[in-house]
């Protein structure tokens, strides 16, 4: 069955500098694999996702993730953190049917 | 594109009442997906649609909970009667085709039983 893992339950990083949210997954077959974000009182908004193709995938306002085969990984990575990207990040995976979600990290970015 | 639309924004309502959570999603999209999140729970899959038919309903809590889909373009989310514990935000979420393209969410719907 597919499944998602985000270790951590929060990420602290002061602004400025690089940025990582890690995501692990399992699944049988190729994966489907996707990046969200929610701001405080909204909805979980798109950021990015890897279907095939090169490893390296860039989104919305400046993230990007990387597809590692080998370590089943998905991280979420952004060079240059703002206070602004403090939010909550979820990593899911689909099954075709529906998204499979992990439990989410809060990403804290600090002045 | 107005995106998925779900109303109202906020409800509350007081134990034993009846509550009905509505839901546009986006013109085109044949899934639609209703969640519930919680602090102590995450984020929760109660039911899904493909092509207005329900697929699972295994997230469902309770038969106090019940879903409908009369049409593409409509949703609806009832718990009757409502207890305190149903207290969360509830998100609608439709996309194309299932799940391989990703979902659309709403704005969500937050709930207060008191």
């Known amino acids: 069955a597919q499944s998602v893992a985000q270790p951590e339950d929060q990420v602290n990083v002061a602004e400025g500098n690089p940025l990582t949210v890690k995501c692990t997954y399992s699944?049988?077959?190729?994966?489907?694999l996707f990046w969200y974000v929610q701001y405080p009182n909204r909805g979980l908004q798109f950021l990015l996702k890897?279907?095939?193709?090169?490893?390296l995938v860039k989104g919305s306002y400046g993230f990007e993730a990387e597809f590692n085969k080998s370590q089943t990984s998905f991280h979420l990575k952004k060079p240059s953190a703002l206070v602004s990207d403090s939010a909550l990040y979820f990593c899911?995976?689909?099954?075709?049917?529906?998204?499979?979600f992990g439990t989410g990290t809060r990403l804290q970015v600090f002045p | 594109d107005a995106g998925v639309i779900q109303s109202p924004r906020h409800e509350v309502t007081e134990m034993g009442q009846e509550v009905t959570l509505r839901c546009k999603p986006i013109?085109?999209?044949?899934?639609l997906f209703w969640y519930r999140q919680t602090m102590m729970r995450g984020l929760e899959l109660l039911i899904y649609?493909?092509?207005?038919?329900?697929?699972?309903d295994s997230g469902m809590p309770e038969d106090r909970f019940s879903a409908k889909m009369p049409n593409a373009s409509f949703s609806t989310l009832k718990i009757q009667p409502s207890e305190p514990r149903d207290s969360a935000v509830y998100f609608c979420?439709?996309?194309?085709?299932?799940?391989?393209?990703?979902?659309?969410f709403g704005s969500g719907t937050r709930l207060t039983v008191v």
């Open positions: 979420a439709s996309s194309f085709n299932r799940a391989n393209y990703g979902y659309t």
């Open positions: 699944v049988s077959g190729n994966p489907y």
């Open positions: 890897y279907i095939t193709g090169d490893n």
């Open positions: 899911a995976v689909s099954n075709t049917d529906k998204l499979i």
């Open positions: 013109s085109g999209h044949n899934s």
């Open positions: 649609f493909n092509n207005n038919v329900p697929i699972d």
